[in-house]
């Protein structure tokens, strides 16, 4: 089981960007993703935030206020991967953006509810 993100970069303020979470080992449509990300090293004592999951039946629950009309999660059956699209980025949006699975196809909000992690990529989102 393998979990690769890839799409993050350095953007302006209001840029969009689309994050991929490519799945080898396993097929995405028996199993749940879900979207963390984790603020930088100057913020410690600021948990991996859950954003966005997708389950094994293709419904979402979303976990995060500030994200909500901005973000949106998902599937590509096809490709085994899973997009995150982030529209109107803020600096706040700074953070190393993780991808996680739950084998079972369920979606969770904690972090041991998912039972395998990719290594994450990073947002720099600056003026």
């Known amino acids: 089981v393998r979990l690769a993100e890839s799409g993050g970069g350095k953007v302006h303020p209001g840029s969009s960007l689309s994050l991929s979470c490519a799945a080898s080992?396993?097929?995405?449509?028996?199993?749940?993703i879900g979207w963390f990300r984790q603020a930088p090293e100057k913020e410690l004592g600021k948990e991996r935030e859950?954003?966005?999951?997708?389950?094994?039946?293709?419904?979402?629950?979303d976990y995060t206020e500030s994200v909500k009309g901005r973000f949106t999660i998902s599937r590509d059956s096809a490709r085994n991967t899973v997009y995150l699209q982030m529209n109107s980025l803020d600096p706040d949006d700074t953070a190393v953006y993780f991808c996680?699975?739950?084998?079972?196809?369920?979606?969770?909000?904690?972090?041991?509810?998912?039972?395998?992690w990719g290594p994450g990529t990073t947002v720099i989102v600056f003026s």
């Open positions: 996680a699975t739950n084998m079972a196809g369920l979606c969770g909000s904690g972090l041991l509810d998912y039972d395998f």
């Open positions: 859950s954003l966005l999951c997708i389950n094994k039946g293709g419904n979402v629950q």
């Open positions: 080992g396993f097929s995405l449509d028996e199993a749940a």
